[in-house]
C-alpha cells in the first residue's frame, strides 16, 4: 500500500493502482455537422443582472462595430469638452451619458490619452484594441 500526505497528514491509499484501457476515439465529419445544426444560435449579447454586455468574440459584428462608433463619438465629444473648450457643465453631462450607457470610463480615459489620432477611427480601434488586450 502507498502512503500519501495531504495537509501535513498522512494517508494509506487502499485501492490498488491499475491500468485503465484506453479508447480509441473516432471523428465523423458528417455526424458532426448534422449535430452543429440542432445547436441553437449564439445570442448578440449576455445578460448578466439585468445588464447587457457583448462577448468578447461576438459574431455580430455590424452591432460591435455602431457601439464602437458610439464609444469613439463620445471619447472625441468629451476631449473636445474638456480640452479644446474646458466646459465642465457638458463634459459632466458627457460623462453621464457614459455611466448611462454603462461603459467602463477606463475604456474612454484610455482612448482620450492614448490614441494617437482621435479624428481617426483605426487608430482609436487600435488604442481600444491595446486596452482591451491589457485588460
Known sequence: ???LLYRGNKYTQHKEIGAKKSVQLKYRKSIY???????PKVQNYLTYRGSKYLPKKSTNKSYRSEANKKVFALARDL???????ANDE??????DDVATLKIDPQRIINLMYRCCANADNQSMFEADLDYFSKE
Do not use: T
Open 79 to 85: 476631449i473636445n469638452a474638456q480640452f479644446n473648450h
Open 90 to 95: 457638458l463634459s459632466r453631462k458627457l460623462w
Open 1 to 3: 500500500m502507498v502512503k
Open 33 to 39: 455537422n448534422q449535430k452543429r445544426q440542432y445547436i
